[in-house]
């Protein structure tokens, strides 16, 4: 396998940017599914999923959650391979038996992560790394027999359980991304300039070695598919 089929479930509520930057970040070939719309696949006959980031929490009520939960465990069943990026981060853990809560603060700009050294998806990542972050709800108890493969003094930022991945932060932001989500949250003028003025090609420049996670994701897919 060359390039793996990868479903890619979109929550991000139709955000152009979104599909832009996975599109940009993963070498695969993907499969997009409107979640928000209620647009899932209807079998599990792909390599591995990826569930994006989105404006919603995975304890709202919204009615398109609820399916969305669903096959994400019936596909980790299968031992698909899976990587869940903030909120997806969020919803694996979920759904695999984890607890999710709101932080009561916002955790927003680009933040130096640690990371444990013990998955391959931080292959080539320093031990300390930036990346934008941008989340108000924060993984407080793990999915059992998962493990914790990064944090910073907010949150757990990533984890493992077999095949299925979650991370906190945000790897596949560009900066006008960063500047449209940041200049999007209500948060006091002063806070959101701070943010702003972190937003500049040092900090990107900076925040490159987290797109590794995607690379090294998808060698894992292909290593599981041998």
């Not at 006959?45 to 994006?52: G, I, K, P």
């Not at 059992?144 to 906190?168: C, I, M, W």
């Not at 209500?186 to 701070?194: F, S």
Request: with cysteine.
């Amino acid at each position: 396998m060359s390039r793996p089929r990868i479903a890619f479930l979109n929550a991000a509520h139709s955000d152009a940017n979104t599909r832009r930057n996975f599109r940009r970040e993963l070498d695969a070939e993907l499969v997009e599914f409107d979640a928000t719309d209620g647009h899932l696949p209807d079998n599990f006959d792909f390599d591995a999923a990826v569930v994006s980031g989105s404006r919603a929490s995975v304890y709202w009520d919204d009615e398109w959650i609820p399916p969305l939960k669903e096959w994400v465990r019936e596909a980790a069943e299968t031992g698909m391979p899976m990587l869940g990026i903030c909120y997806g981060h969020q919803l694996l853990a979920d759904v695999l038996g984890g607890e999710v809560r709101d932080m009561g603060e916002y955790e927003i700009g680009y933040r130096e992560v640690e990371h444990s050294g013990e998955s391959p998806l931080f292959d080539g990542i320093g031990d300390r790394f930036v990346a934008f972050t941008t989340h108000s709800d924060e993984v407080v108890e793990l999915p059992p027999g998962a493990t914790s493969l990064a944090e910073n003094d907010y949150s757990n930022h990533a984890f493992r359980k077999e095949n299925v991945f979650g991370v906190q932060f945000h790897p596949e932001y560009d900066m006008a991304t960063a500047e449209a989500v940041t200049l999007g949250k209500d948060l006091p003028e002063e806070h959101l300039q701070r943010v702003l003025d972190g937003i500049n090609d040092e900090n990107y420049a900076a925040a490159a070695e987290a797109k590794l996670v995607f690379e090294n994701f998808t060698d894992h897919v292909i290593s599981v598919e041998k």
